[in-house]
């Protein structure tokens, strides 16, 4: 069981920076790809952003590409996201997943691990 731990979240004004980390329990490089998540009050869970299991290949949602960018320590067993110009509608719980079954880059049902999230707040 992989445990997955989130951290960076905070409130920050329109246009600002942010950058989330995701520390793993055990080795994930190589043996699962990772992914991150948003959760908007009232809204579902929606993908961000994946990372391939080897870091190689990443892909995006459209609401955010160009903005963020996705990337993985495999000496340091960790993911990130850095989120730049970010704007109010950013506004979410973000979580970091993990999974070894492909059935959608940004798809839910392709990740197994869940971390508990990290609360991003963006004002204008």
């Known amino acids: 069981q992989v445990q997955l731990v989130e951290s960076g979240g905070d409130s920050v004004q329109e246009g600002g920076s942010l950058r989330l980390s995701c520390a793993a329990s055990?080795?994930?490089?190589?043996?699962?790809?990772m992914g991150w998540f948003r959760q908007a009050p009232g809204k579902e869970r929606e993908g961000v952003a994946h990372i391939s299991t080897r870091g190689a290949d990443t892909y995006y949602a459209d609401s955010v590409k160009g903005r963020f960018t996705i990337s993985r320590d495999a000496a340091k067993n960790t993911l990130y996201l850095q989120m730049n110009n970010l704007q109010p509608e950013d506004t979410a719980e973000y979580y970091c997943?993990?999974?070894?079954?492909?059935?959608?880059?940004?798809?839910?049902?392709?990740?197994?691990?869940w971390g508990k999230g990290t609360q991003v707040t963006v004002s204008s």
């Open positions: 055990e080795y994930t490089y190589s043996r699962y790809y």
């Open positions: 997943a993990a999974g070894n079954s492909l059935r959608g880059l940004l798809s839910r049902d392709s990740y197994i691990y």
